[in-house]
């Protein structure tokens, strides 16, 4: 399993040092029983990026190199795995749940594969400004995909947040790569984050619960977050509800988001109640931050023409300050065809 937590210079800088290339079929039964090598992977590209002065030009012969070890390793076991009926037979019981769920998202089961169900993993860490990741499978990389995952979270900091990262190019000193998370802010809002170089170059903000009215924003509540990826188009879900589209061929929204009004319900317990004031406390930094974004991602659009489509993917925290724990399961990835 691979996970980290690091330091960042800013909340949007994410440093993910993951690997693409393609390993065993997939779901047979090695992938969903071996843990992929991911240190190997992730030493390979390491070693050959200081190589190259940090560039990641390079990064699929490092890659291709390391994923051909992994694969020599394994290779006995997985040719007997594919002559095992009763593996098969389990996959397609496994990935059963996973097929029942895609057309909620409107894709349709025979347009792709189940390239992986992920185990339950959780990002947990404490202090300022800190980026956390994780993939059990990161050979595997997508264009066109379908994911989800039930994500339970405790954060301090109500802009601090959990959900994915996809079509990163894996830098790990100035990434480009989308983020779409979702944060405690405002009852609830998501948020979707185009790095270009490292730069912010696009932004969309969302408040689930003007949809989906089961959107829990409270610690220790569960939400299930869905992303659709087609060419230009990512379409988003919370619990099943479609939440919005983003195109990422378009600019920022030339318009000032304005936090839903926050308005406490009755019958709180004492650390609920707690919550709500200490979200309310937080409201004008977390504005003004937000503001700071959109004006940030309208300035770098044009230069950096943030237009991404296949890379590296996984699970993803932000926290912005405080101690933050995202826990991520029934999770699956999904690759569309061509």
């Known amino acids: 399993m691979q996970r980290k937590n690091l330091p960042i210079l800013s909340l949007l800088t994410i440093l993910f040092v993951l690997a693409c290339g393609f390993g065993t079929a997939p779901l047979d039964s090695i992938a969903l029983t071996v ?12 070693a050959r990026a200081a190589e190259e002065g940090g560039s990641s030009s390079d990064l ?21 795995a594919a002559l095992n009926e009763p593996s098969r037979l389990a996959t397609s019981t496994a990935i059963a749940p996973v097929v029942a769920e895609l057309p909620r998202y409107d894709v349709d089961p025979a347009s792709g594969y189940v390239a992986w169900i992920h185990n339950p993993v959780t990002i947990n860490f404490d202090g300022f400004q800190k980026t956390g990741y994780a993939n059990d499978f990161p050979q595997i990389t997508a264009a066109d995909f379908a994911m989800a995952t039930d ?23 100035k990434p480009s790569q989308y983020n779409i998370i979702i944060t405690r802010t405002a009852s609830g809002h998501l948020a979707f984050l185009a ?5 912010l170059s696009n932004y969309r903000e969302y408040f689930p619960k003007t949809f989906d009215n089961s959107f829990d924003w409270l610690n220790d509540s569960t ?17 099943g509800v479609h939440i919005g589209q983003i195109d990422v061929t378009q600019p920022p ?18 650390v609920q109640l707690q919550q709500f004031t200490d979200q309310a406390n937080q409201y004008e930094a977390q504005n003004k ?9 309208k300035k770098n659009f044009n230069k950096n023409q943030p237009f991404l489509y296949e890379g590296l993917l996984g699970f993803l925290g932000l926290s912005q300050s405080g101690q933050m724990v995202c826990t991520f399961s029934n999770s699956w990835l999904f690759i569309l065809n061509p």
């Not at 843990?35 to 390491?46: D, I």
């Not at 790095?195 to 730069?199: A, P």
């Open 35 to 46: 843990t992929p090598m991911s240190a190997l992977v992730r030493e390979t590209v390491t």
């Open 223 to 239: 939400n299930r977050l869905a992303i659709v990826a087609r060419k230009n188009l990512i379409d988003v879900y919370t619990n």
């Open 151 to 173: 994500i339970q979270w405790n954060t301090r900091n109500s802009l601090s947040g959990c959900g994915f990262m996809f079509r990163s190019d894996g830098d790990t000193n």
């Open 60 to 80: 699929a012969t490092a890659v291709s190199k390391a994923t051909e070890q992994a694969q020599g390793i394994h290779a006995t076991q997985t040719a007997r």
């Open 253 to 270: 929204p030339d318009r000032k988001f304005e936090f839903p009004k926050m308005e406490i319900p009755g019958g709180l317990s004492p």
């Open 195 to 199: 790095m270009i170089k490292g730069e």
């Open 289 to 297: 931050q937000i503001e700071d974004q959109l004006s940030e991602s």
